[in-house]
Every structure is written in structure tokens, then in C-alpha cells.
């Protein structure tokens, strides 16, 4: 690749990268082409080791990624990208529109729940249980409280989630803007969460592992759900607590019900 190619790939890159999405690392792309992110821009300092890597784990995107993605020194992959990857593969995608996912969350009937997250702090929490929430179907994941500048579209969280935010409506929303249908908060003086079918339609709200539900959304509550516990132990990942729920929601497969089955990598 000659200088002048170098210099022009850098500065398209840098005038996108203010309103894209930074796909770090090539889970995080593999999972955007599978669920149809708009890419703009896909740079590595060893394609060769990517188109390998895809063979051998996304043979369904081996073809696009050969197609985008543009081998640069890795020099200029380092001045382009905060933390490389492992993978050494970095992308930059559109977010997904707002109105469309605010209308996914919105729509009833409703599928499967949707995640609300009361006042998280931690981005890789967030990234974590934006992929389980794509894992098991759910409908989206909200954000409400926190930190004003905890986008959850944050490069960090999206590196988290591996790309999963394509597979789910994620957005941050203020608290009378959340999704319609009753609300099952997790809160440790709440009903054992094995004894309640949860709804289709639920928003199952988790607080942070400090402080639990804000007394706003707790008093909304439908119902309060508490996951069992061993005694003297404060608190379970917040992550850990979303997967268990979204087990315990998951339809039984001898009910014909829609649910997630086994995948590949």
C-alpha cells in the first residue's frame, strides 16, 4: 500500500469515526454482518490471519470480510483505534435508527422481555449483558439512570456485548419513556423468582450491584423477584443475575413456544 493510500484510508476513517460505531475486534464485526449492520469501514494489520480466523469460525462472513476489509501497517491500525484487538481487526459501523428499535420495544404484542437497566456504572457489565439478552431472544435492552455519559453504544460496551447490540434494540431512555408492560424488578426482599412464570411482555428491571432498584422504579414494580441466594454472600455479577432470569423466562421447547437453541461459535 503506497503512502498516499495510507493517508487517504486514515483520514476517511477519522472523519466517520465521530458518528460510527467501533466494531473492536472481529467478533464484534462477525456478529454485525450476521445481523445486518450497515459497515462502513473495515481495516486490519494481518488480513491474512482474519480470513483464517473466519474460515474457521464464520465461514457465513468469510466472504464480506475478505470483501471489506483492507490490510494497513500497524502503525496506522494503532493511531486509529484506542485498544486493538487481539484479532487485530477493527470496523466502523451506523448505529442502528432509533425510532425503528424504540418502535421493536414498544410493540405489542410483545415476544420476549425487555432488559431495563436501573443506574448501571460499569461499561463491561452492560456490554456482558447486552449479549446474553441477544443470546436468549430478549426483546431489547433500555438504560435508564446512571452516569449522564453512559451510552450504552459506547465503544467499550459494544466491545463487551462482541457486537451483539445489532441482534437487540439498545437504547438509553428516560424513565417515563420505558417500554409498556408490567415490570418485574429483581430486589432482594422480592418473591423467590422460581415460583413466578415471568410474561412474554415483562420489563425485568436489575439495579446495580451497590445500590439495587431507585425507589422510582421500585415503586412501579408489578412484582418484586428475588434470586435465591446462599446466606452472608452481598450480591451476584449483574450479568449473572440477568442470565438467570433470562433462563428462567426461556419457553419450554415441548411447548411449542418460540425460544433460542443451541449455536455455533
Known amino acids: ?26 467478533h464484534a464485526l462477525k456478529h454485525a454482518l450476521r445481523f445486518g449492520a450497515r459497515i462502513h ?19 457465513d462472513v468469510a466472504a464480506a470480510v475478505d470483501a471489506l476489509a483492507v490490510e494497513v501497517p500497524a502503525a496506522t491500525l494503532r493511531e486509529l483505534v484506542p485498544r486493538i484487538h487481539p484479532t487485530g481487526i ?7 435508527d432509533r ?24 461499561l ?13 431472544g430478549a426483546t431489547g435492552v433500555v438504560t435508564v439512570g446512571g452516569p449522564d455519559d453512559l451510552d450504552p453504544w459506547h465503544p467499550n460496551v459494544v466491545r463487551a456485548g462482541a457486537g451483539l447490540h445489532y441482534a437487540t434494540a439498545v437504547e438509553r431512555l428516560p424513565l417515563d ?40 422504579l421500585r415503586d412501579r414494580a408489578t412484582r418484586l423477584l ?6 452472608q454472600v452481598s450480591s451476584f455479577n449483574l450479568a449473572t443475575t440477568v442470565g438467570m432470569a433470562l433462563f428462567h423466562w426461556l419457553p419450554d421447547p415441548a411447548s411449542g413456544a418460540a425460544g433460542v437453541t443451541p449455536a455455533g461459535p
Do not use: C, Q
Open 226 to 231: 428475588a434470586v435465591p441466594m446462599r446466606p
Open 90 to 96: 477493527a470496523a466502523l459501523a451506523s448505529r442502528p
Open 124 to 136: 463491561g457489565n452492560v456490554g456482558a449483558v447486552i449479549r446474553l439478552a441477544a443470546g436468549f
Open 99 to 122: 425510532e425503528a428499535n424504540l418502535r421493536v420495544l414498544s410493540e405489542r404484542p410483545r415476544r420476549a422481555p425487555v432488559v431495563v437497566l436501573d443506574g448501571p456504572r460499569n
Open 177 to 216: 419513556a420505558l417500554p409498556p408492560g408490567p415490570l418485574y424488578a429483581l430486589d432482594p426482599e422480592g418473591e423467590d423468582i422460581r415460583r413466578v412464570a415471568l410474561p412474554d411482555d415483562a420489563l425485568l428491571v436489575f439495579g446495580s450491584e451497590r445500590h439495587g432498584i431507585s425507589p422510582r
Open 41 to 59: 469501514s473495515v481495516l486490519t494489520s494481518d488480513k491474512a490471519a482474519v480470513l483464517a480466523l473466519a474460515a474457521d469460525l464464520a465461514e
Open 1 to 26: 500500500m503506497s503512502t498516499d493510500d495510507t493517508r487517504r484510508i486514515t483520514r476517511e476513517w477519522r472523519e466517520a469515526a465521530p458518528g460510527a460505531v467501533l466494531l473492536d475486534g472481529f
